[in-house]
């Protein structure tokens, strides 16, 4: 599997080790091992961003991501707050066809 776009993960060992914990109770601890959060578990946007499709009935994995809202003037940060997202890992796909 050739992954073009990569994902722009930044996050924590937190969301690391929760979508960690989901891919080891679906497809066991050997599998999970293998998770990179920039490579095999993408959101739907990026594994159609390179060439793949989620096969259909396939359940998303859940995580989040932390949204920062930045004052128009000074630029610092005024808010934070959760936002879920839904990945999907490598097993999950399929390369699209033509």
């Not at 390179?50 to 920062?68: Q, T």
């Amino acid at each position: 599997m050739t992954i073009k776009v990569k994902s722009n993960w930044t996050g924590s060992e937190n969301t690391f080790n929760l979508v960690h914990k989901q891919i080891a109770e679906r497809w066991g601890d050997e599998e999970a091992e293998r998770y990179n959060p920039k490579e095999n578990c993408l959101t739907f946007r990026k594994w159609l961003l390179n060439g793949y499709i989620v096969r259909k009935g396939e359940k998303a994995i859940r995580s989040f991501v932390i949204v920062e809202k930045k004052d128009k003037t000074t630029g610092k940060v005024i808010d934070r707050h959760p936002k879920t997202i839904n990945l999907f890992y490598e097993l999950q796909v399929e390369q699209k066809t033509a």
